[in-house]
């Protein structure tokens, strides 16, 4: 299957600072990311999805301004958390959608753990 | 009202014990139906996609099956390295994935 990468895998950070995380589609060009947010026992909640070269779509309830979405190539996206505050503190996951074998499949990253002290 | 419902939330299992995890769902205009495996920290592992009614797949102890309201995850004679949280997800046209709440199995020796 297509590989996806994420960095950092972990991140502590102090109360107002920023924080960005990269996702990375190692083999295949992916037209349109996403990501995810999910917390301890529960599943994953779509926060944005972005194609490349366009603005990031949101999700309801998701603030834009503090959630910032490059997607800059078909191979790179990053989600910058600004102005973290603990409440912020979660497990990041991206996903890029690939067309293998003429069927788009979903691969994700394996996560990013972010704690804000 | 969630368009994916995993059950049960929690399973044990006894190494060989054959058993099935259900997806269920009310979306309409299904693109697609999928299947990933999650272990603690770490973020989801592809496993199948299924897209229509009466379509099936398997991979090694797992076969997923697919009716037009429902999928169904069998595992035959599980082992411990086949304890994970199993996700359901799904695509409508032109949307992301929805995904349910999961299916945490455990399987002892």
């Known amino acids: 299957g297509a590989v996806v990468s994420q960095h950092p895998s972990r991140v502590i950070c102090k109360s107002g600072t920023s924080v960005k995380i990269e996702c990375r589609s190692l083999?295949?060009?992916?037209?349109?990311m996403f990501w995810y947010r999910q917390f301890p026992k529960k599943s994953l909640m779509l926060m944005a999805t972005s194609n490349e070269g366009s603005k990031a779509t949101y999700e309801q309830g998701v603030e834009k301004d503090k959630f910032l979405i490059n997607h800059a190539s078909l191979t790179l996206s990053t989600l910058t958390v600004t102005s973290a505050h603990p409440e912020d503190s979660s497990f990041y996951i991206c996903s890029a959608r690939a067309s293998l074998r003429g069927v788009n499949e979903q691969f994700f990253g394996p996560g990013t753990r972010l704690t804000v002290l | 009202e969630d368009q994916v419902t995993q059950s049960p939330e929690a399973l044990r299992l006894q190494e060989g014990e054959s058993s099935s995890l259900n997806c269920s769902y009310t979306?309409?205009?299904?693109?697609?139906l999928f299947w990933y495996r999650q272990d603690p920290g770490k973020g989801p592992e592809f496993l199948f996609t299924?897209?229509?009614a009466g379509e099936e797949k398997e991979k090694e102890r797992l076969k997923a099956t697919l009716t037009k309201k429902e999928s169904f995850l069998h595992i035959t004679a599980p082992k411990p390295e086949d304890s994970a949280t199993y996700l359901c997800?799904?695509?409508?046209?032109?949307?992301?994935?929805?995904f349910g709440k999961g299916t945490t199995l455990s399987v002892s020796s």
């Open positions: 979306v309409s205009g299904l693109r697609g």
């Open positions: 299924l897209y229509s």
């Open positions: 083999d295949f060009q992916a037209t349109t």
């Open positions: 997800a799904v695509r409508q046209a032109g949307t992301a994935l929805i």
